[in-house]
Structure formats: C-alpha cells, structure tokens
C-alpha cells in the first residue's frame, strides 16, 4: 500500500521544506508500527527544485484477520480469495487513512514549529496513489476530488490483466492529484476520501467518527456536491450517524454563509441556565399572549419560527384547534431538546402527525412554509443583526406570507424595572438590540405597510404606566385584498390552495 507527496521549490523556498513540514526528516528512513502492520517513510527525492516523500504501508494480513474478527473489510467474507489473501496489502484503503493518523499527525493538524507560516501557506502538491479501490469509478474520483482545488485529477482505471485487454477493467484506478493547497488540507482529503471511494472500513464505525468526519472535512465538505455520499460511505452507511453528520455539516453551511462562528449560531440553548424566566413567569405569560391572540385568528396552521426548546409548540399541542403545528429553527441542539421535551419518540401516530420539527435559517425563503394561516416570531428578531433583519422580513411577510403574524421582542425601557439587570445592559448576552416602543412601533408599520398587513400591539406582562410592559406583541394581520408589489396576480390562487 503506497502513496507519494511530490513538491517543488526555489534556492529561497527549498521543496526540503516538506520535511519539516511532515515532522520527517528526507536523509532518514522512518519506521512506525501500527495496529495492522509496519509504516515506513521514506524520501525517493530530496532537492532544493524538488522533494517526494513515499508512506509504505506493509500490513500483517494475519494481524488483520485476528484484529478484524470477521467484520469489515479486512476479514470479510467479501474479501477477494480469502480472508489471508484478499487486496487489502496492496489496495489503498482506511488501513492507510489510519497510517496517516499515526505518522502525520502533526501534518494532518497543520502544526510545524519550525514553519509556522509555511504550514499555512499553499504549496504546489502531486499526490500519487498507485493502485486506489475506487466503486463508482474513475468518474467518482473526479467529481470527489474535483471541487477541492486540484487543477488535475487523473484517474486511469488499472485493467484485470494487461495480457488479457478483452477482460476489462478493474475496480482500481491510478489516481494523481496536482494542485496547489495547504499540506493539512491535502491530507485531511486524502484522510476522509480513500475509505470513501473503497466505500468500506476495517473497523466497527462508532459515534465518535462523526467528530472524525468534521474534523478532517472543515473548510470543505460542508459545500462539497457529493456531501451525502461522502458522510454516508465513510460512516458505512448508519443511517443514525449519517444523519447527525449531515445536520451539524448544514449548521456550519448556515454559519459559514454568515460568515459567523459556529457557536454564535446554535446558540439558542442557554449552556448555563434555563431560558425561562424563573423569577417572574414571563415566559408563561408570553406563550398565553400567543395563544390567545393564534385563537382571535381562527389559526389552525401554525409556524414557530424559532421554536427553541420546543416550549410554544408544547403549549399548542394541547390545544386540539391547532391542527398543523411547525416548528423551525438553526440550532440542532435546541430541536433535539424540543423532541426530548415533546416526547416525539413515544407520541401517538395521530399527535405526531400534528408536529413537525424542521432546521432552517429565518432570513431565507423556504417554499415550505407558505400556506399557513399563522407564523409566531417569539423573541427572536432580537438575536437578529439589524442589517439581516429586511432578510428575514421578506422571507417571512413577503413569501412566506400567512395570514396572521405575531413578533414579540422586549421592550427596552422596562429593563429599569428588572434589580437584577446591571443599568445599560441587554436581557440576554445574544440579544444584538433591544427597542422601546417607538422604535419596534415604527418598525412595525412600515413592515406591515411595505408587506400588505396591517398592525395592533399588545402589551405583554405587568403594563408599568412609566415604561410600559416587559414584552411587547405585535399582531399583524393580512388585508382582505393581498395587493401589494411584488405578489400581485397570484395570491388568490395560493390562499386558495392553502
């Protein structure tokens, strides 16, 4: 099992540099014992204009065997001949993905004390894999490794025989890759895609290979075209783990095209305290505002846009009136909690034909959620910046377009009331601002004018004749004629169809 990384370089840049880079040195000849065989390393070529660093992989196929207890491909019934002769010595493979882990692991990290800066910069690379299982074929290799910046990706099928052209071709290809990109960056692809195209593992895939996947995939599987298949091969194909990797890579995209962290944006769980407020019951009284005012509408078709922790959908789940309930929001965290709230596991088939729990971002149209008579935005423009706000304005009123919307927000000015809330300080670290009520007030009426709807407020909470109440409600409702620019000529056909 073979594979070479080639670089080239200048008298000031010297291609030597990827010795230091791999944490090893070209004028030795390295040994390190894995968990299925021997790794050598070694330097066929090592100049100022050009250096090649080979790993050589020798694998016990008795060791494997013993090691593999007849699951995957190591020990399978699937192998070739038989479980001692069998392509796996040979064949690149997660045996040489796992290799890698144990003699690059500085490399695959991107860390070289020596080289800091040349760690992240891009190098001209040739990665050569002489003889790469690949099920789908060479047509597979180029579209995986297509879109990873390689300006080359060869992949020639190896024929069964040479002297017997008439059989055909293998399921192996020599693949070479050449391109300029950082070295951890190469290997993590390298790492994540050889299993892939073998499309097995020698080892039982646990949970932790999530983290793995993640891990060697970040700044490039989140937006890779073939993100399914890549997730679902290399965790062999469980449904459970494919799914988790496939939700957490949706919130880096989301986060990604923010250009936000991560964390900023699965940030609707409180890691330390629970979001109810238990001092006073806030909360509560907030969810009874909503519910009144979804009853006054005669909603029955109901979007919680930011459901959170599930505390809404809860309450309207009780309420047989409420016949479709939706709840939508970024953070898989917060939408697994409102399953474990919500008991979804062991809720009956007709109540759970009632919920659905969705991931999505608000500041983008979703065709999905046009048709409903209600949509509740429940302290959720706050956490918005107020430049994403015309976003999730428009993909709410102007496509979404139910019939009924509710926005509750804090108001500003009661903050003076709260003794425990330091003076100029918001209610919660995420909240980007927070408005009195003539603020969210014009806010209100332009939305509802620029939007077809128009617009009441009610008070939320004890209503303080100085600063007026804790929350404030606004409850927009659409004109009888949807007329405005930009829908005109097919709501009716959509109300109807609603």
């Given at each position: 099992?073979?594979?070479?990384?080639?670089t080239?370089?200048t008298?000031?840049?010297?291609?030597?540099?990827?010795?230091f880079?791999?944490?090893?040195?070209?004028?030795?000849?390295?040994?390190?014992?894995?968990?299925?065989?021997?790794?050598?390393?070694f330097?066929?070529e090592?100049?100022?204009?050009r250096?090649?660093?080979?790993?050589?992989?020798?694998?016990?196929?008795?060791?494997?065997?013993?090691r593999g207890?007849?699951?995957?491909?190591?020990?399978a019934p699937?192998?070739a001949?038989a479980q001692?002769?069998?392509?796996?010595?040979?064949a690149?493979s997660?045996?040489?993905s796992v290799a890698?882990?144990?003699?690059?692991?500085?490399?695959?990290?991107?860390?070289?004390?020596?080289?800091?800066?040349r760690?992240?910069?891009?190098?001209?690379?040739?990665i050569?894999?002489p003889?790469l299982p690949?099920r789908?074929?060479?047509?597979?290799?180029?579209k995986?490794f297509?879109?990873?910046?390689?300006?080359?990706?060869?992949?020639?099928?190896?024929?069964?025989?040479?002297?017997?052209?008439e059989w055909?071709?293998?399921?192996?290809?020599?693949?070479?890759?050449?391109?300029?990109?950082?070295l951890?960056?190469?290997?993590?692809?390298?790492?994540v895609?050889?299993p892939?195209?073998?499309d097995?593992?020698?080892?039982w895939v646990?949970?932790?290979?999530?983290?793995?996947l993640?891990?060697?995939?970040?700044?490039?599987l989140?937006?890779?075209p073939?993100q399914r298949?890549?997730?679902?091969r290399?965790?062999s194909r469980?449904?459970?783990l494919?799914?988790?990797?496939?939700e957490?890579?949706?919130?880096?995209?989301?986060?990604?095209s923010?250009?936000?962290?991560?964390?900023s944006?699965?940030?609707?769980?409180d890691e330390?305290t629970?979001?109810?407020e238990?001092?006073?019951?806030?909360?509560e009284?907030?969810?009874?505002a909503?519910?009144?005012?979804?009853?006054?509408?005669?909603?029955?078709?109901v979007?919680d846009l930011?459901?959170?922790?599930?505390q809404?959908?809860?309450?309207?789940l009780?309420?047989v009136?409420?016949?479709?309930?939706?709840?939508?929001d970024v953070?898989?965290?917060?939408?697994?909690?409102?399953?474990r709230?919500?008991k979804?596991?062991r809720?009956?088939?007709?109540?759970?034909g009632?919920?659905?729990?969705?991931?999505?971002a608000?500041?983008?149209?979703?065709?999905?959620?046009?048709?409903?008579?209600a949509?509740?935005?429940?302290?959720?423009?706050?956490?918005?910046?107020?430049p994403?706000?015309?976003?999730?304005e428009?993909?709410v009123?102007?496509?979404?377009?139910?019939?009924t919307?509710?926005?509750?927000?804090?108001?500003?000015?009661?903050?003076v009331r709260?003794?425990?809330?330091?003076?100029?300080h918001?209610?919660?670290?995420?909240h980007r601002f927070?408005?009195?009520r003539?603020?969210f007030g014009?806010?209100?009426?332009?939305?509802?004018?620029?939007?077809?709807?128009?617009?009441?407020f009610?008070?939320?909470?004890?209503?303080?004749?100085?600063?007026?109440p804790?929350?404030?409600?606004?409850?927009?409702?659409?004109?009888?004629?949807?007329?405005?620019?930009?829908?005109?000529?097919?709501?009716?056909?959509e109300?109807k169809?609603?």
């Open positions: 099992m073979f594979l070479t990384i080639s080239t370089g008298p000031e840049r010297p291609a030597t540099d990827l010795g880079l791999l944490h090893k040195h070209p004028e030795k000849a390295q040994t390190f014992s894995t968990a299925h065989g021997t790794a050598h390393v330097y066929p090592a100049s100022a204009d250096c090649t660093a080979a790993l050589l992989l020798e694998v016990d196929p008795v060791a494997l065997v013993r207890k007849g699951k995957g491909r190591g020990g699937d192998a001949l001692y002769v069998n392509d796996r010595p040979y690149a997660s045996l040489l890698m882990t144990t003699v690059f692991k500085s490399a695959l990290n991107g860390v070289c004390r020596a080289m800091p800066e760690a992240q910069e891009p190098l001209p690379l040739r050569e894999v003889v690949a789908g074929g060479a047509e597979l290799v180029r995986l297509g879109p990873l910046g390689w300006t080359r990706v060869d992949a020639v099928a190896v024929p069964l025989d040479e002297q017997f052209p055909g071709d293998s399921r192996y290809v020599r693949l070479v890759l050449e391109g300029e990109l950082r951890a960056d190469a290997l993590r692809q390298m790492y895609l050889l892939v195209l073998d097995a593992k020698h080892y646990a949970p932790d290979e999530v983290d793995k993640l891990r060697a995939g970040e700044g490039w989140a937006d890779h073939e298949l890549i997730t679902s290399y965790l469980r449904w459970g494919t799914r988790l990797a496939m957490r890579l949706e919130l880096v995209r989301l986060a990604e923010d250009d936000l962290e991560v964390e944006v699965d940030n609707a769980v330390t629970d979001t109810e238990k001092p006073v019951p806030l909360a009284q907030r969810r009874a909503i519910l009144e005012a979804l009853r006054a509408a005669g909603a029955s078709r979007l930011g459901c959170g922790q599930g809404l959908v809860q309450a309207l009780k309420d009136r409420f016949t479709e309930i939706v709840g939508v953070s898989m965290r917060a939408l697994t909690l409102a399953s709230r919500l979804l596991d809720m009956g088939e007709r109540q759970a009632r919920v659905t729990l969705r991931q999505g608000l500041t983008y149209t979703d065709k999905k959620l046009k048709g409903y008579d949509a509740v935005l429940s302290e959720v423009i706050e956490h918005l910046d107020l994403r706000l015309p976003a999730l428009y993909a009123f102007g496509s979404a377009r139910p019939q919307v509710l926005v509750t927000t804090p108001n500003v000015e009661y903050n709260w003794e425990t809330l330091p003076a100029g918001v209610r919660h670290g995420d927070e408005w009195t003539a603020e014009d806010w209100a009426e332009q939305v509802a004018g620029r939007h077809g709807y128009t617009v009441t009610v008070p939320v909470g004890p209503d303080d004749p100085e600063v007026g804790p929350t404030q409600m606004a409850v927009f409702t659409m004109t009888t004629a949807d007329t405005h620019p930009g829908r005109a000529g097919d709501t009716t056909k109300t169809t609603a």
